[in-house]
């Protein structure tokens, strides 16, 4: 049975049904995780609500994974840290966790990874905090993720000069140049560096889906930085954020969440306007604030979800698209059994595990 929750009237009765449901409902696919306790529920907040001391927890634990030691074979990624068997974790798979069938639910158990590393390797006792896309875009250097205080992620990068950046392109489209562009020269990530340089986009339409060439290769620079506030006020907008939230299906959905008809969408725009690290299809973790922008996805797909949670979680809306990267080469369509993998960082699991929030490993929510 479909129902359709179009009428508030719908909706209102919905939420009784859901209240008084003492037994899990009848439309639960074979396999489908228990409920989570309510005392093992996690909140996730936006990282503007977090108090200063807070963010700071969270920082820290972050800079921990940046010390502790990697746990792979570092003759086979050239990891030395174990924030970086998250990032080599990340190149591994991207072809075939992008614009595609699983994008949401790898990113949702990948992110989820990390903030039980947090947790159990670094002492960290609160939920993975959320980037409030529109909240900050009106002055990303006066935001409370990006001011550059001991309670942000470092600031902007040194500015460099226009002629020595790349162009800036944003799917597809022309955009004006950041403002960094160097290395962050204070803040909480001023000692940090990475290894891992940008891969060509490109690759992705190789038919061959190995993983690139060189994918690992490996030579430490400072962290650079290269804020773009044009994205951020085009792009990061409520105008956009309601397109997103008004689709009715998962394929408009990821479509909007991403770029339709050249326009990008807010998840494009967040990795992008971070700078050329961010903005890399495979390399993206290495920008710290990488993990609370996919919260701020995950936290989109988890309320668009929640408006129809019979259709959209387990139902004929849940899921669209293959499990390679923007289907090439031409794979099979994700299914509630299809197997996500994170290779060492976790273990495998089917769609079904992690599709719907608030049951099995998933114990957490948003707070709004
Ligand atoms: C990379 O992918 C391969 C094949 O799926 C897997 O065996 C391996 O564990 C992965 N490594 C990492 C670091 O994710
Ligand atoms: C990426 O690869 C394509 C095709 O090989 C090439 O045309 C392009 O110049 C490359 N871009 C960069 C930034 O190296
Ligand atoms: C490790 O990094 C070095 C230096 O960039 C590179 O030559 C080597 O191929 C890398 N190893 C692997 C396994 O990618
Ligand atoms: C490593 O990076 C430095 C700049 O930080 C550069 O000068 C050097 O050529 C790079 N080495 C390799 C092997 O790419
Ligand atoms: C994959 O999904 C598309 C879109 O829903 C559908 O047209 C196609 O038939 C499916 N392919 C298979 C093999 O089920
Ligand atoms: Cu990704």
New binding site residues.
């Given amino acids: 049975m479909r129902l359709s929750f179009s009428s508030f009237g719908a909706l209102l009765s919905l939420a009784t049904t859901l209240v008084s449901a003492s037994v899990e409902p009848s439309h639960l696919p074979a396999g489908a995780p228990k409920v989570c306790h309510p005392h093992l529920m996690k909140v996730r907040r936006e990282w503007g609500d977090l108090s200063r001391r807070e963010r700071r927890k969270y920082i820290d634990a972050v800079l921990c994974l940046q010390h502790r030691p990697s746990q792979l074979d570092h003759?086979?990624?050239?990891t030395t840290t174990r924030y970086e068997d998250f990032v080599v974790a990340h190149i591994n798979a991207t072809r075939h966790v992008h614009r595609n069938g699983v994008f949401l639910s790898w990113h949702r158990g990948y992110i989820a990874l990390f903030e039980r590393s947090l947790l159990s390797e670094c002492g960290y006792d609160g939920a993975l905090p959320y980037w409030g896309w529109v909240k900050h875009a009106k002055n990303l250097e006066a935001s409370p993720l990006f001011d550059g205080s001991d309670y942000s992620f470092s600031g902007n990068g040194v500015p460099t000069p226009p002629e020595s950046k790349p162009p800036c392109v944003i799917v597809g489209r022309p955009c004006p140049l950041g403002t960094g562009g160097g290395c962050v020269p204070t803040g909480p990530f001023k000692d940090y560096q990475i290894g891992y340089a940008p891969i060509n986009m490109s690759v992705i339409l190789d038919p061959n889906p190995g993983i690139p060439a060189?994918?690992?290769?490996?030579?430490r620079t400072c962290f650079p930085r290269d804020l773009n506030q044009a994205i951020a006020t085009q792009y990061q907008t409520r105008a956009n954020e309601r397109r997103l939230m008004s689709t009715e299906t998962i394929a408009a959905f990821q479509d909007v969440l991403d770029s339709r008809v050249g326009l990008a969408g807010l998840h494009p725009a967040a990795h992008v306007l971070t700078g050329p690290v961010n903005g890399n299809f495979f390399a993206s973790p290495q920008e710290p604030t990488f993990f609370l922008h996919h919260a701020a996805v995950d936290r989109a797909w988890a309320r668009w979800q929640a408006r129809d949670r019979r259709g959209r979680v387990y139902g004929d809306n849940a899921l669209f698209g293959t499990v390679t990267t923007m289907n090439i080469p031409p794979s099979a369509n994700a299914t509630l059994d299809t197997l996500l993998s994170w290779g060492p960082l976790g273990d495998p699991r089917p769609i079904v595990d992690v599709i719907a929030l608030g049951r099995g490993s998933y114990c957490y929510r948003y707070d709004y």
């Fill in positions: 003759a086979l990624y050239n060189n994918a690992f290769a490996y030579n």
